[in-house]
């Protein structure tokens, strides 16, 4: 028997704290965004500060299923490290993949950012194959929708 599913729905206070974070990001954030937005990148259409289950990820791309995170010093700390491998893990049972940069990388060597993303990308395309048609709505439901209780 599986474990029982419940409906993710975002609490107000939850969707506030999104709105929160997309008028404080950082400036690596800021910047990177500059050349995600709008499909400015390779068509995509990436969005900023994206929630996902009780994670909100810095950008993510639907399509692709592809998440991006900016890391900042504390990130190498044990304790956040351990927490991101976390996050990541629970992402993953979505086949989400995430990718991660320091942002002091998104600030300084942008072309070289840009260059992995788009390694990523094309990867994660040969990776993947499209679900059937009278299925893709499952998919895209499941996504958003189909955390399991407790998650």
Known sequence: MTA?????LHTKDHL????SLRKSQTDAERFLWKYLRN???RGLKFRRQFPIGRYILDFFCVEKR???E????????DTVLKKDKTRGEFLQRFNITVIRFWDNDVLTNLDGVLQ???KKISKKANDLTPPSPERRGEIKASLYFSFKAGD
Not at 4 to 8: C, E, G, I, S
Not at 70 to 77: K, P, V, Y
């Open 116 to 118: 992995r993303l788009e």
């Open 66 to 68: 592809l998440a991006i």
């Open 39 to 41: 499909r400015r990148f």
């Open 70 to 77: 900016l890391d900042g010093g504390q990130h190498s700390r």
């Open 16 to 19: 506030e704290f999104v709105k």
């Open 4 to 8: 029982p599913q419940k409906k993710f």
